[in-house]
C-alpha cells in the first residue's frame, strides 16, 4: 500500500543540525510533489516545504527559510529536509505527506511523523 | 503570508448534530482549500480538497463549500468517530498556510 515513513528525529542542541528522511512506497514517487508539515506539541499543524516532483521547484515556511533545505531521491524514492541553526521552537512532530504534481491539492499520504526535540 | 482564520476554536456537540466550522483567508484564495481531521495521536487526514472535492473513502456526511475568502465544512449527523480537531489548509501559494483548528467535543 501507498506508505511514506520518516526517520532521522531525535534530540539536538540550540544551534546545531539534524537531517530527517522520508522514504515512500507503493506508489510512483515522481508523480508527486513532497512536503514537511510540522506540528509543535499541544500545538496546531504548521506547513514547513515543499519539493516539487522533479526537485527543481522548493518553497519554504518564513519560520524556516534559511535554515531549512528539502530535496528528493528520485531514484531511492525518498525526501529530505536538512534542518541547521536549530531553535528550541523548531521542537515539534514532523511529518512527510505528499500531493499529485498534476494538481498540488490535496495532501492524501502523511507518515506517522519523526519526532524533533530541540533542548539545552 | 495569507493567514487562515478559522472558527471557533472549539464546540461541544452530539452524536447525530449537524457540525458546521469555517475558515476564512485573509486575501482571495479561488477555491484552493482543503479540510483535515485529526485524532489524538494519529497523523491528519485529507477529507476534502479545492474547497468541495470529497476525498475517496471520506463519507458523504462531510461536506465543503465556499470560495474565494470564506469557507465551510459540514459534518451532517455527527458520528462518534468524528470527535477530533479539523483544519482548514490554503494551497493557493506559498507558503501554505493552516488554521488554528477545531476540536469537535462530546
Known amino acids: 500500500q501507498m506508505q511514506l515513513v520518516e526517520s532521522g528525529g531525535g534530540v539536538v542542541q540550540p544551534g546545531r543540525s539534524l537531517r530527517l528522511s522520508c522514504a515512500a512506497s507503493g506508489f510512483t514517487f515522481d508523480d508527486y510533489a513532497l512536503h514537511w508539515v510540522r506540528q509543535a506539541p499541544g500545538k496546531g499543524l504548521e506547513w514547513v516545504a515543499i519539493?516539487?516532483?522533479?526537485?527543481?521547484?522548493?518553497y519554504y515556511a518564513d519560520s524556516v527559510k534559511g535554515r531549512f533545505t528539502i530535496s528528493r531521491d528520485n531514484s531511492n524514492n525518498t525526501v529530505s529536509l536538512q534542518m541547521d541553526s536549530l531553535r528550541l521552537d523548531d521542537t515539534a512532530l514532523y511529518y512527510c505527506?505528499?500531493?499529485?504534481?498534476?494538481?498540488?491539492?490535496?495532501?492524501?499520504?502523511w507518515g506517522h511523523g519523526t519526532t524533533v526535540t530541540v533542548s539545552s | 503570508a495569507i493567514q487562515m482564520t478559522q472558527s471557533p476554536s472549539s464546540l461541544s456537540a452530539s452524536v447525530g448534530d449537524r457540525v458546521t466550522i469555517t475558515c476564512r483567508a485573509s486575501?482571495?484564495?479561488?477555491?484552493?482549500l482543503g479540510w483535515y481531521q485529526q485524532k489524538p495521536g494519529q497523523a491528519p487526514k485529507l477529507l476534502i480538497y479545492?474547497?468541495?472535492t470529497l476525498e475517496s473513502g471520506v463519507p458523504s456526511r462531510f461536506s465543503g463549500s465556499g470560495s474565494r475568502t470564506d469557507f465551510t465544512l459540514t459534518i451532517d449527523s455527527l458520528q462518534p468517530e468524528d470527535f477530533a480537531t479539523y483544519y482548514c489548509l490554503q494551497d493557493y501559494n506559498y507558503p501554505h498556510t493552516f488554521g488554528q483548528g477545531t476540536q469537535v467535543e462530546i
Open positions: 505527506t505528499r500531493t499529485a504534481a498534476y494538481s498540488l491539492h490535496g495532501m492524501d499520504v
Open positions: 486575501q482571495d484564495i479561488r477555491k484552493d
Open positions: 479545492t474547497a468541495s
Open positions: 519539493v516539487s516532483y522533479d526537485g527543481a521547484n522548493k
